[in-house]
């Protein structure tokens, strides 16, 4: 099955500067890669995606990269702000549907 | 538009007890899932629905969970009987489409934390 490995495990940054979390899958039919953002005790929130057949997507201050050569995927978020503190996850979708996700991402954006 | 919608919010029972979770995907939504999220872990997916039929339940502990979506529709969660170790936030997810459309982007209830004493 998909193994989906992330890190960081806990990532501080100062306001202002810029916050990359990485991920890595092992099956390369995987085909749809999400990235949800988790406030304490809250849902897990869809903040980006990218599909198979695309390098980059950005969305204002987010933006997802995927080489799907190497199976790696990056989450950037620049001029952090307090409000984007919260737990990221990752997921890798196979072509059934099913997402797998990561371990997920402590930020901390300290003012 | 509403969300998808979870009841209860929060339970607690002692082990051996049975526990029954609720949820109603966005209207519309073809495809249901549920996940179990253990503390400071990602979401681990137990079931997943499209319409009524159980098309991928194969990490659901059949032992002692079960599901049902009989219409197609809402869907429950139940735990008979529960263990120590359910304790967890038990997450209802939805998306659109099925998987022979490709619209696999899923939205997320506020899920259920289950304490089990």
């Known amino acids: 099955g998909e193994n989906v490995e992330q890190h960081p495990s806990t990532l501080s940054v100062q306001e202002g500067d810029s916050a990359v979390i990485k991920c890595t899958y092992s099956?390369?039919?995987?085909?749809?890669f999400p990235w949800y953002k988790q406030e304490l005790g809250k849902r897990p929130q869809l903040i980006i995606d990218?599909?198979?057949?695309?390098g980059e997507k950005k969305d204002q201050r987010i933006a997802v990269t995927l080489n799907k050569t190497a199976k790696h995927f990056s989450l950037h978020i620049t001029e952090t702000q307090p409000e984007d503190s919260a737990v990221y996850f990752c997921?890798?979708?196979?072509?059934?549907?099913?997402?797998?996700f990561g371990a997920g991402t402590q930020v901390v954006v300290t003012p | 538009e509403a969300g998808v919608v979870q009841s209860p919010r929060y339970k607690i029972i002692e082990k051996k007890q049975p526990v029954a979770f609720w949820c109603n995907p966005i209207?519309?939504?073809?495809?249901l899932y549920w996940y179990r999220q253990n503390l400071g872990q990602g979401p681990e997916l137990l079931i997943r629905?499209?319409?009524?039929?159980?098309?991928?339940d194969s990490q659901l502990p059949k032992d002692r969970f079960s599901a049902e979506r009989l219409k197609g529709v809402d869907s429950t969660l139940k735990i008979q009987p529960a263990e120590l170790g359910d304790s967890a936030v038990y997450l209802c997810?939805?998306?659109?489409?099925?998987?022979?459309?490709?619209?696999?982007?899923?939205?997320f209830g506020p899920g259920t934390r289950l304490t089990v004493l």
């Open positions: 997921a890798v979708s196979d072509s059934w549907g099913k997402l797998q």
């Open positions: 629905y499209e319409n009524e039929e159980a098309v991928d």
């Open positions: 990218i599909r198979s057949n695309v």
């Open positions: 209207s519309g939504h073809n495809t």
């Open positions: 099956d390369s039919a995987s085909n749809y």
């Open positions: 997810a939805s998306s659109p489409g099925s998987q022979s459309s490709g619209n696999n982007e899923q939205f």
